[in-house]
């Protein structure tokens, strides 16, 4: 397997591409921990899988032009937006899978500092079932 050099990123969110104004993304995925333990079990704890959560958090550049991020994201406050994350800007295959899901965009930040570059972070809570797509 390959490494692979994070450069080519393509972030939908709400049907925009906002990726040339998003610095860093991650999609964290869990599993709730359900203990399994009973009797006979030799001292030893058993687990299995229960529900599953994620949560998306992306840095950007903010960029208050038309169509850019803060026109995409301020409407957005409050509701369940679309979000896809591709590795490449290739075509979607077994190497460049995508990961299709909707996130509550519950946060949005106004903010910047003398001299330097409009940056902010956000967390979003994912609403629902992740989707990996590897055509």
Do not use: C
């Not at 949560?55 to 960029?63: A, G, T, Y």
């Not at 591709?86 to 965009?105: G, I």
Request: aromatic share 8%; no cysteine; hydrophobic share 40%.
């Amino acid at each position: 397997m390959a490494k692979f050099y994070a450069k080519d990123f393509v972030i939908t969110v709400g049907g925009d591409d906002l990726s040339e104004n998003i610095a860093s993304v991650e999609l964290s995925i869990e599993v709730d921990d359900q203990e399994t333990t009973s009797f006979g079990t030799n001292g030893w704890r058993t687990r299995q899988g229960g529900l599953k959560q994620g949560s998306v958090s992306l840095s950007f550049h903010q960029d208050f032009g038309a169509g850019a991020v803060d026109a995409t994201l301020q409407p957005l406050i409050g509701t369940i937006a679309e979000v896809v994350i591709t590795p490449t800007s290739a075509a979607v295959s077994a190497t460049n899978p995508s990961y299709t899901f909707n996130a509550l965009v519950n946060a949005y930040v106004v903010s910047g500092a003398v001299g330097e570059l409009a940056t902010f972070d956000v967390t979003w809570p994912v609403s629902g079932e992740i989707v990996r797509t590897a055509a």
